[in-house]
């Protein structure tokens, strides 16, 4: 029996499930978990769960996931107290500060921190304080493409999202939501909501050089090339465009560029493009057809389609496709998520703007542009390495694990070990944080509130729901705001330990509270526009990412405007409301009001992709690598960071390398021995795993493998035999426009070890 049930939004992937926690109380006056299940009164998720949504409990109480900040001595880490903690830092960045640039620190953003609310807030400031140019997140070892193609053509990352609980048709190019549960695309029950496309007579097609888990149940599965995803989107729109069922509709008059579409698209025909895709023409005929024929349809791509050699590309290329079937921003389509707490594309005048522009800063040593404010990944170790004025000297990594998720990871590795001082807020002694001089650990996910700042910006539905904590934090650990504020105060030159650097924490807290505010109260358009930002602030009532998140939530559009609406959404409101908000099923028509661009439309061209497209145009006929490594995920796995997890990670060996019977055979490898694959970077030996389920000519390994490395303190991931795939992948293989790294379509070749 439970003593007590909380309810809390699951942190760890995209989807956000609602749980339902039950506690039991212990003689000591502490709560423990008893169980967690989905939680099936929420509005979004209703009850749907995946075998990680339950590990809360085991992340919580595994003995590896640190609760006192650690100092590396001789070493080795030992527990010391926060303020020791603070000070060695500060005594550690000291000379490399005073020495003038602050170039020299280096900042790395790992992927839980778009799970979670106070580093979505506090880490904009901590990169401001640090003052450095070198700023590098798991974005572009990721979704930068999508996000850069989305702002090119609507002036603001505005990513459309497949329609899928309306839509007809999907067509989905690299995406395997069976097992990430979606991406891009925040959809609780991706599964279940793929199967009700199908019950209601609707197609789902998939696009993967691998019948994955998703492809499996799929009406269609096309065994694409890697890499292939731009010439077959460019063949769709090239017959579309030929047959004359082209026809973007209501949007044409808010386009420019379609006018280009017929000239620049001439090349592909399904017959030219065949060598690089491997589908037959008459596949793309009919997939043309059957898009522009379905009542509604929508073409959704994922990490296959940015992490690629094309990727700003391909990702363009796609919502191009959603835009000739006349299917974007219209029901069933590609569309368009409402956040409640505010995007760009809800904030200044509604339907123009400034616009995206590439490249305001260039990397030091080999002048790569940066995108958003951050450099590539894939520039990073050059950074460290490279002697000179504004060499990197100091990292501080935010739960990111370079060492392992970025590519070549030996020479990332390498770098991080030569570095004077890196400090790393994250829980666990892994790849990355083993280079640390101070490992600043946060609380686990049930000690922290939570609200999808990030991620319910994809919503396929709009929708808000805030947790608070489900239990305490105990003696001696520090909330991760706290952390990243106080951290931020020594950069800023305040005092590192003592009251004095508890209130320099508040201070800064309060400096960044009146900066989200002031925008909004300055912003002529908002529902606070002339107000008074210390009104405002004391309106609240809070203070930390509660009192931030308050203040969104009541300037953004469906917010309560400070009073303006008395029904609109609010801290106060999302409190009172444990399963969430339902706000409705996305909203047609938001072009023109959404744009954000300098025209005032969708902008399709730019001088990046034009030259982009005459890269594919002039490699259209071009031989492929004749075997060729992707990724691939499962539903046990969450990127680098669950391995810990026993009950995720017992059973059969998941870090296998698959390859297709023919392949093995040509080679000489029989299912279960070890194959060396080698790549331009590395070499790694794993087991093989024979499938007809890959395509010839392609071999897959999981990523975040590879745990047993030296200095790893990891007591379960350690013993898991599994290698790190990304020994493989190539920095110099990306994506030419954002530096984002082909994971991809990586030539290797394979051997029997
Ligand atoms: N269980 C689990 N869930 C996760 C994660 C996890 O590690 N584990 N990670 C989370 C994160 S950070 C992300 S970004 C999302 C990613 O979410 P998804 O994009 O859905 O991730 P994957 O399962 O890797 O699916 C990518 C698919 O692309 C295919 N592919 C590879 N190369 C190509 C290509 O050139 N063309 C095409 N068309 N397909 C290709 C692969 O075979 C694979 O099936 O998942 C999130 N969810
Ligand atoms: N080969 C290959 N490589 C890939 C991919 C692939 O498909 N193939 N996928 C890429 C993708 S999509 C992504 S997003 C990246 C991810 O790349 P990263 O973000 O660099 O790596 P993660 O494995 O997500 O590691 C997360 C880190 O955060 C820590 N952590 C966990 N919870 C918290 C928390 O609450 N607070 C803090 N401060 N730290 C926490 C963990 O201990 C871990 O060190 O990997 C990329 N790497
Ligand atoms: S799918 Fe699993 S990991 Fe993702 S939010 Fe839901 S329960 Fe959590
Ligand atoms: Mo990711």
Redesign the pocket.
């Known amino acids: 029996m439970a003593d007590r049930v909380a309810f809390r939004t699951c942190p760890l992937c995209e989807a956000g499930c609602g749980l339902e926690i039950e506690l039991t109380g212990k003689p000591d006056g502490t709560e423990e978990v008893k169980r967690i299940r989905g939680d099936q009164a929420d509005v979004f998720s209703a009850g749907f769960i995946c075998p990680k949504g339950s590990t809360l409990k085991h992340l919580h109480e595994d003995p590896d996931w640190l609760r006192r900040p650690h100092v590396k001595r001789d070493g080795e880490f030992v527990a010391v107290s926060w303020d020791e903690a603070f000070e060695t830092i500060a005594a550690g960045l000291e000379p490399i500060l005073t020495a003038g640039n602050r170039n020299a620190v280096g900042i790395y953003l790992?992927?839980?921190n778009a799970h979670?609310l106070a580093p979505m807030f506090y880490n904009r400031g901590l990169i401001k304080s640090i003052g450095t140019q070198n700023v590098f997140s798991?974005s572009t070892?990721?979704q930068r493409p999508k996000e850069v193609s989305s702002a090119m053509m609507f002036g603001s990352v505005a990513v459309p999202v497949p329609d899928l609980d309306r839509t007809d048709y999907l067509l989905m190019l690299g995406a395997n939501p069976l097992a990430s549960n979606g991406s891009l695309c925040t959809a609780p029950d991706f599964p279940g909501r793929l199967a009700k496309i199908q019950d209601r007579g609707g197609k789902v097609v998939v696009v993967d050089p691998r019948r994955s888990e998703t492809a499996e149940r799929a009406d269609q599965h096309i065994a694409i090339k890697p890499n292939g995803d731009a010439y077959l989107l460019a063949a769709l729109v090239n017959v579309m465009l030929n047959d004359g069922s082209a026809e973007p509709g209501r949007l044409t008059k808010h386009t420019t560029g379609l006018d280009r579409l017929p000239q620049l698209f001439a090349p592909f025909t399904p017959e030219s493009v065949e060598g690089r895709t491997g589908v037959a023409p008459e596949v793309v005929r009919v997939l043309a057809s059957e898009l522009t024929g379905a009542p509604t349809a929508a073409v959704y791509g994922r990490?296959g389609t940015t992490?690629q050699e094309f990727g700003t590309l391909s990702s363009w290329l796609v919502d191009v496709v959603n835009l000739v079937t006349g299917n974007l921003d219209s029901v069933g389509g590609a569309m368009f998520t409402t956040h409640a707490s505010g995007q760009p594309s809800t904030k200044g005048e509604p339907g123009r703007g400034r616009g995206f522009r590439l490249g305001a800063r260039t990397s030091r040593v080999s002048g790569t542009q940066s995108t958003f404010g951050e450099f590539p990944v894939t520039v990073m170790p050059e950074e460290i390495e490279t002697e000179g004025e504004g060499q990197i000297r100091a990292m501080v990594t935010?739960?990111?694990?370079?060492a392992?998720?970025?590519p070549n990871s030996g020479r990332v590795n390498a770098a991080l070990a030569q570095l004077d001082f890196m400090v790393s807020?994250?829980?666990?002694i892994?790849e990355?944080?083993r280079h640390a001089d101070v490992i600043l650990p946060?609380p686990s996910?049930l000690q922290k509130s939570h609200y999808d700042l990030a991620l319910l910006q994809f919503g396929v539905r709009n929708i808000a729901n805030y947790s608070p904590p489900v239990l305490p934090l105990d003696k001696g650990q520090m909330d991760?705001g706290q952390i990243l504020l106080r951290l931020t105060a020594i950069f800023a030159g305040e005092a590192a330990s003592g009251p004095e650097a508890e209130r320099a924490a508040a201070g800064i807290d309060h400096l960044t509270a009146s900066a989200i505010a002031g925008a909004a109260t300055r912003d002529d358009y908002s529902s606070v526009a002339g107000r008074d930002v210390d009104e405002l602030l004391e309106m609240t009532g809070r203070t930390g990412p509660e009192r931030l998140l308050d203040i969104a939530l009541r300037t953004g559009p469906f917010g309560d405007g400070f009073g303006r609406d008395p029904d609109g959404v609010s801290m106060d409101v999302l409190q009172g409301k444990p399963h969430g908000v339902d706000l409705g099923p996305l909203q047609e028509h938001r072009i023109p009001d959404l744009l954000r661009t300098p025209s005032g439309t969708i902008e399709l061209f730019n001088e990046a992709l034009l030259s982009e497209l005459e890269r594919l145009t002039d490699a259209v006929a071009d031989d492929v690598a004749p075997m060729m490594l992707i990724?691939r995920r499962h539903v046990r796995s969450n990127?680098?960071?669950m391995h810990n997890v026993k009950v995720l990670t017992k059973g059969r060996n998941r870090c296998t390398l698959q390859i297709h019977p023919d392949d093995a055979d040509r080679i000489g490898l029989v299912d279960g021995a070890p194959a060396r694959v080698t790549s331009r970077v590395g070499e790694v030996v794993v087991d093989c795993e024979r499938t007809d389920a890959i395509r010839p000519g392609v071999v897959s390994i999981p990523?975040?493998f590879g745990q047993n490395d030296e200095g790893v303190q990891l007591r379960v991931a350690s013993e898991y035999r599994g290698v790190n795939?990304?020994v493989l992948?190539d920095e110099y293989l990306r994506d030419p426009i954002t530096g984002n790294v082909a994971?991809n379509g990586v030539p290797v070749e394979v051997v029997p070890a």
């Open positions: 790992g992927n839980p979670n798991a070892v990721d990490i992490c935010v739960g990111g694990n370079p392992s998720s970025n807020v994250d829980p666990y892994n990355t944080t946060p996910p991760e990724g990127n680098s960071w990523h975040g795939t990304n992948t994971l």
